[in-house]
């Protein structure tokens, strides 16, 4: 017989034990009851993935669940924000033991690795579709947003860029040695919560990499009422990209390509010596508005927007 849906919330999402204080009741009633500690803010995010537009028909279940927390973990980063609790809503064209299975071994997995309640949700049925809603607390008044750029300020991201952008044209065909290190940053993201909250009181705007660089840098030249430039060379390339590129000629791919969650932010010179993370120096805010490149001494407009539902 198959699984009601009180049954099926009962067997799949009732097992994790509570890790936050601020969680004061989870799953089980009408709603949720959390505590906000003194001098801390919410930081709440909410995001969907839909079969066919966001991942593929058929895709690793274990790897949907825990790259639809990975991406919301990763606007928490974003903001400075500890994540403290999540809620899970799925849309299901039938249910699937086996696959709920995974799925749920993967979502929590990466929850117990940073200690994240799940609280709540909703299960329905239809098209498969996936939303977490995701909570984090922050210092108050100190959260970091994209409209606080200024000119002068140095600009700084983690990690390498490009690499999820290869492991995606990897998965729809593309060959090349070594692929594994690529296709594993594309479905297992690594949010950057400690530099993150390593961030507060230093950064001045922060953005998590989910829609490649130039279209989130964008956000924040837009918002905060700025411009840049960027330097092609002190891009984080790894060698895997590099290759790429020199394959393809395709050296747009690396400031375009979504889904490496890495953090970019600006800071102002004074502050770059508090700087306790790892980043690399990929460019500078300026005054006059619009992106560029500095690439080989070449100075050229970059105009792109990440990608766009409804466009």
């Known amino acids: 017989m198959p699984l009601s849906e009180f049954s099926l919330i009962q067997r799949f999402f009732t097992q994790q034990r509570i890790n936050n204080s601020s969680t004061l009741l989870g799953i089980g009633d009408d709603c949720a009851l959390l505590s906000i500690p003194e001098g801390f803010e919410l930081a709440v995010t909410t995001d969907t993935m839909v079969e066919n537009i966001h991942f593929f028909a058929g895709a690793d279940p274990y790897l949907l669940g825990y790259k639809l927390l990975a991406v919301n973990l990763s606007d928490l980063a974003a903001m400075g924000a500890l994540p403290v609790s999540v809620m899970l809503a799925l849309t299901l064209p039938k249910v699937d033991e086996a696959w709920l299975t995974a799925f749920t071994q993967g979502f929590l997995a990466l929850a117990e690795r940073y200690s994240v309640d799940l609280i709540g949700g909703d299960t329905t049925s239809g098209p498969l579709t996936l939303t977490v809603q995701a909570m984090g607390l922050v210092p108050r008044g100190r959260a970091l947003r994209r409209s606080a750029a200024r000119s002068g300020d140095f600009i700084y991201m983690t990690g390498c860029l490009g690499d999820a952008g290869l492991g995606l044209k990897i998965e729809q065909g593309y060959v090349c040695a070594d692929s594994e290190a690529a296709v594993t940053r594309f479905h297992q993201p690594d949010p950057q919560i400690v530099a993150g909250q390593a961030l507060v009181g230093i950064a001045n705007a922060c953005i998590d990499l989910s829609d490649g660089l130039a279209g989130d840098l964008g956000h924040i030249l837009e918002q905060s009422r ?86």
């Open 226 to 311: 700025v411009g840049a430039r960027i330097d092609w060379d002190a891009l984080p390339l790894s060698d895997a990209v590099r290759a790429y590129i020199d394959d393809t000629g395709d050296w747009f791919m690396p400031l375009t390509a979504g889904d490496d969650y890495e953090l970019c932010f600006t800071v102002s010179p004074e502050q770059v010596e508090l700087l306790t993370i790892a980043a690399t120096k990929i460019g500078i805010i300026e005054s006059e508005p619009g992106l560029r490149l500095n690439k080989s001494g070449t100075i050229q407009p970059i105009e792109v927007k990440g990608f766009e539902h409804f466009s």
